[in-house]
């Protein structure tokens, strides 16, 4: 737990250039799927100030996304947007590495399916034969979704596809999202939560397993999670 949201992105930030050095020193790429939202804008800020002088060879990260919202690439919504504007922009790379989630389409489930695809073509996979993300990054809602993920939908039960899409009733939105097979099938899984507004969710994923709440699912099968809070979200598991 970090004291504070800054101090909770320096530590992600320093965990996820860990997971990109073993990853490449060991195979040569690292495939990362980025998560959206607010909460890992300054972490991606991070990761650009330090690429300046940096010993992570970035050309051979591969960046995909672990969900999307149904706008375009240039939408204030858009997560690939957020990534560009923090990250992206500031990186020398090629960006064909780069595989934003096409979730702007009428077809959005042809387009998940197609998404992953792609996925199992470019991924080693596991034992499972489901392929394997070097870092699956992941956020949390205030009311326990991950991902696109949200409670109470079907795709919490999917166990075939990896990607798929889902309506949001609470949003009104279509999204594109990253399943939990797909999810918990990765080697590194990092979920940065901060602000008090999540503190008791934190507390019933966390501590009381409560497994009505998505991010209760998130439970890499052969790889690592690691938790990365702030003293406010951490503040009901401390009382
Ligand atoms: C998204 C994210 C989503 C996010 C949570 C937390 O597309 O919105 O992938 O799962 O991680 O909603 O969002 P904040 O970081 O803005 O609180």
């Known amino acids: 737990m970090a004291e ?6 320096e530590r992600a930030a320093s965990i996820v250039r860990a997971i990109f050095i073993e990853a490449i020193t ?24 330090r690429s ?21 690439a240039d939408d204030q919504q858009s997560n690939y947007r957020m990534l560009k504007e923090t990250l992206l922009d500031h990186l020398a790379i090629d960006h064909a590495n780069v595989y934003p989630m096409p979730a702007d389409t009428a077809d959005i489930d042809a387009a998940a399916r197609e998404y992953e695809q792609q996925i199992r073509q ?33 795709i919490l039960d999917e166990t075939n596809r ?11 939105r279509r999204r594109m999202t990253f399943t939990f097979p797909l999810i918990n099938a990765a080697r590194h899984v990092l979920m940065l939560i901060t602000g008090d507004d999540k503190a ?5 994923v966390f501590t009381d397993n409560d497994q009505s709440l998505p991010a209760a699912k998130v439970n890499p099968r052969h790889g690592k999670l ?14």
């Open 52 to 72: 300046v002088d940096d010993s992570i060879a970035w050309d051979k990260v591969r960046f995909f996304w672990g969900d999307e919202r149904d706008v375009p």
């Open 200 to 204: 008791e969710v934190v507390r019933r």
């Open 122 to 154: 470019l991924l080693p996979t596991g034992n499972d034969g489901i392929p394997q993300f070097d870092l699956v990054m992941l956020g949390m809602g205030a009311d326990g979704h991950t991902a696109s993920l949200f409670p109470n939908l079907p």
């Open 162 to 172: 990896l990607v798929a899409s889902c309506y949001v009733p609470t949003m009104k």
């Open 26 to 49: 060991s195979q040569g790429f690292c495939n990362w799927a980025v998560c959206g939202g607010n909460t890992p804008r300054t972490t991606y800020k991070l990761l650009a100030e």
């Open 226 to 239: 690691t938790i990365v809070l702030d003293n406010t979200a951490a503040r009901v598991l401390e009382s």
């Open 4 to 9: 504070t949201a800054d101090l909770a992105a």
